[in-house]
């Protein structure tokens, strides 16, 4: 079984680590805003696909401007290093544009911004 961490160590970890992300009652939580509802969607598919490869699948509330996720071992009651990893997978996927110097290009602007 998973070591659920306590509130404490969560919150120094966010800190130090994910600091967009908050602790709300047992869950890691963060809410990425969205230029649009297709994007939404998108965001929301990403989160999926990245959820089931890991076999750890997050709670999403969808609306036309935003994602919320919330991430929490429902085995250990509360936050693991699981969600910790899954967490920073989904961050670093769904805030990733191409570098100005990339082969790779894109819309200009961000699609997601903080909440």
Known sequence: MAIKFTANEVQTWLSANLPTWRLQKSYLVRVYKTRDWR???????????????????????????????????????????????LARKIEETVLWLPSGGDTLTGPVGKWVGQE
């Open 39 to 85: 994007v939404t969607l998108m965001v929301a598919n990403a989160i999926g696909f990245l959820a089931e490869a890991a076999d750890h699948h997050p709670e999403l509330i969808l609306n036309y401007p935003s994602v919320e996720v919330h991430l929490e071992t429902h085995s250990a009651g509360g936050v693991t290093a699981k969600d910790y990893e």
